[in-house]
T-cell receptor
Framework: GQQVMQIPQYQHVQEGEDFTTYCNSS?????IQWYKQRPGGHPVFLIQ?????EVKKQKRLTFQFGEAKKNSSLHITATQTTDVGTYFC????????????FGKGTHLIIQP | DVKVTQSSRYLVKRTGEKVFLECVQD?????MFWYRQDPGLGLRLIYF???????EKGDIPEGYSVSREKKERFSLILESASTNQTSMYLC???????????????FGPGTRLTVL
């Protein structure tokens, strides 16, 4: 079955440093979604990328979808303490409602 | 705003007990999902439902069953709870999406189940 690998599992940064998490799929994706889960909270949808090579920005967050639609990244510029949490990618390869496969997430820890 | 609610935030049960986890969504979504979340393993799909009385197995259905008698409610059942089912259980719902895409999943707050 489809697998979505996400790295790194943990990332410690100093406040103000940049942060990047990467996702790689074993199969070509129709689209990829990104979610954020705050400590003690539940995953919350951030964005969906659909087109090959697509780049989307949300303030300090930049999301990219690879040309082959098999990988994606989330980059945060100048991290703030409010960015703390776990970032999940979720790839969709078709096949119905269960075709969304979540990566294991990257835990972002920010040291002030 | 979509609201997905789960019956309990924290639950403690004993081995062998029958456990019911309830999930309700208020946005008339067709799809509903049950995941469990464990450290280092991410989100794993247990069961999902794309319509009333319809259910499909996810990646780890063993030891679980589900019920969807009404569109807004999706229940996860542990017939005989075991210690390895101690976990965070997350319910989610989504609209049907298109044939080649899927819509956002909206998650409930989660139920942290401890089986002693």
């Amino acid at each position: 079955g489809q697998q979505v690998m996400q790295i790194p599992q943990y990332q410690h940064v100093q406040e103000g440093e940049d942060f990047t998490t990467y996702c790689n799929s074993s199969t070509t994706l129709s689209n990829i979604q990104w979610y954020k889960q705050r400590p003690g909270g539940h995953p919350v949808f951030l964005i969906q990328l659909v087109k090959s090579g697509e780049v989307k920005k949300q303030k300090r967050l930049t999301f990219q979808f690879g040309e082959a639609k098999k990988n994606s990244s989330l980059h945060i510029t100048a991290t703030q303490t409010t960015d703390v949490g776990t970032y999940f990618c979720a790839g969709y390869s078709g096949g119905g409602a269960d075709g969304l496969t979540f990566g294991k997430g990257t835990h972002l820890i920010i040291q002030p | 705003d979509v609201k997905v609610t789960q019956s309990s935030r924290y639950l403690v049960k004993r081995t062998g007990e029958k456990v019911f986890l309830e999930c309700v969504q208020d946005m008339d979504h067709e799809n509903m999902f049950w995941y469990r979340q464990d450290p280092g393993l991410g989100l794993r799909l247990i069961y999902f439902s794309y319509d009333v009385k319809m259910k499909e197995k996810g990646d780890i259905p063993e030891g679980y069953s589900v019920s969807r008698e009404k569109k807004e409610r999706f229940s996860l059942i542990l017939e005989s709870a075991s210690t390895n089912q101690t976990s965070m259980y997350l319910c989610a719902s989504s609209p049907p999406g298109l044939a080649v895409s899927t819509d956002t999943q909206y998650f409930g707050p989660g139920t942290r189940l401890t089986v002693l």
